[in-house]
Structures are given as C-alpha cells and as structure tokens.
C-alpha cells in the first residue's frame, strides 16, 4: 500500500509562515489534497489538485508538490490556524485507494 | 450548498452491528460518490469504502471487506454504512464525505461525524 508520512507535529509564532510537508514515492506524479481539522469537528478541505483553493479558503493557505513531498504553506498564521492538517492521495492501484496521511498538528505559539 | 447530516452517537457490543446514516441535501445525490471516513480516538484519517448510488458501484478497503456494507435511499437522499462483527478497535468516529471522482478524487463535503463506542 501507499504511504504518506506527516511530521507529527509543527510549532510557528502568530504572522510567521508555517510548512507542512507530506512525503511519498513520487508524489509529485500524483494530485495531493488537505484537510484542516479542528478538535472536535469534521475535516475541512483547504486544498486540492496540490494547489487550489475552495471557494471561502484564505489565501494564506497554498500548496506545492514536487518529487516525493508535497507541501502545506499556512502564511501569517493565525491562532485560529491551530488543528490537524492531513493529506490525501488517490493511488488508484493500492489498497486501499485512498491514502491519508498520519497528520500533522500545527500548534501556535 | 450541499449538507451531509449523520445520525446520532452509538453504544453498540462486540460482536453486534452498527448501521449509521447520512442525509443528504443540495446537489443530486444519485450523482454523488459518498465515501465513509472513519477516526479512533487520538488517530488519524482511515477510509472505509464508497458507493455511487447512480450505478449502484461500492468499492471498500480490503481491511473492512465482508464487514461493511455501504448502500443508499435515493428516494430519501440517504446513504447507509453497516459494520458487523464489531469489536473494540472500532470504537471511533465515522464520517461520510461526498467524493469528488473525476480524476483528482477528494472529500469536498463532510457530515459532522457519528461517534460509535463498541464496548461490553
């Protein structure tokens, strides 16, 4: 099977830049999507195809994926930035297909 | 605006059934791919299976397969997943997303989620 491998966790001051990666065999071959998710609540789509944002995400959330990390960038964190980010993968031939990684909690110092 | 509406918190003991449901407003729900996502206490993220109600087409992770059941109401917009067997380790919250299955297969819409505590 697929795996993704988060950092267990990341720590960034309030209006600094925060990255989160997410590493995989050549992940960049694939479209990488995140999840922020706050304690408590479902997850919220924050990216996907790598790089786009729903409507209603800030522009302080952007994503790139080259080689074997795909990366999270949070800019001018917030406090209310602090949550669970996850990543996800379609590897259509694994099992199973979709492939999350293990998270990633962002704390704001 | 599609909303995925789950049903309540479960207390179920092992070796019983669970059967968990998710209405569905906004957007044609026969269209969708709803998939269930499900999350252990303090773990992360696991899929469990999807289903497409137009083609009446589920897939499910090997890991769950000949325990869960995924089906779908299209007259009331509700899916359905049923996990047998349970057992301890399932305890944890479950989750239906609606999947976006073009070619880039993402979760655009959650529901808020359905505890279900497998305990003796």
């Known amino acids: 099977s697929y795996v993704l491998t988060q950092p267990p966790s990341v720590s960034v001051a309030p209006g600094q830049t925060a990255w989160i990666t997410c590493g995989g065999d050549n992940i960049g071959g694939k479209s990488v999507h995140w999840y922020q998710q706050r304690p408590g609540q479902a997850p919220l789509l924050v990216v996907y195809?790598?790089?786009a944002r729903p409507s209603g995400i800030p522009e302080r959330f952007s994503g790139s994926n080259s080689g074997d990390t795909a990366t999270l960038t949070l800019s001018r964190v917030e406090a209310g930035d602090e949550a669970d980010y996850y990543c996800q993968v379609w590897h259509n031939s694994g099992d199973p297909p979709v492939v999350f990684g293990g998270g990633t909690k962002l704390t704001v110092l | 605006q599609v909303q995925l509406v789950q049903s309540g918190a479960e207390v179920k003991k092992p070796g019983s059934s669970v059967k968990v449901s998710c209405k569905a407003s906004?957007?044609?729900?026969?269209?969708?791919?709803i998939s269930w996502v499900r999350q252990a206490p303090g773990q992360g993220l696991e899929w469990m299976g999807r289903l497409l109600p137009i083609l009446n087409m589920t897939n499910y992770a090997q890991k769950f397969q000949g325990r869960v059941t995924i089906t779908a109401d299209t007259s009331t917009s509700t899916a359905y997943m049923e996990l047998s067997s349970l057992r301890s380790e399932d305890t944890a919250v479950y989750y239906c997303?609606?999947?976006?299955?073009?070619?880039?297969?993402?979760?655009?819409?959650w529901g808020q989620g359905t505890l279900v505590t497998v305990s003796s």
């Open positions: 195809d790598n790089s």
């Open positions: 906004g957007g044609t729900f026969s269209s969708y791919t």
């Open positions: 997303a609606r999947m976006v299955s073009t070619h880039l297969y993402y979760f655009d819409y």
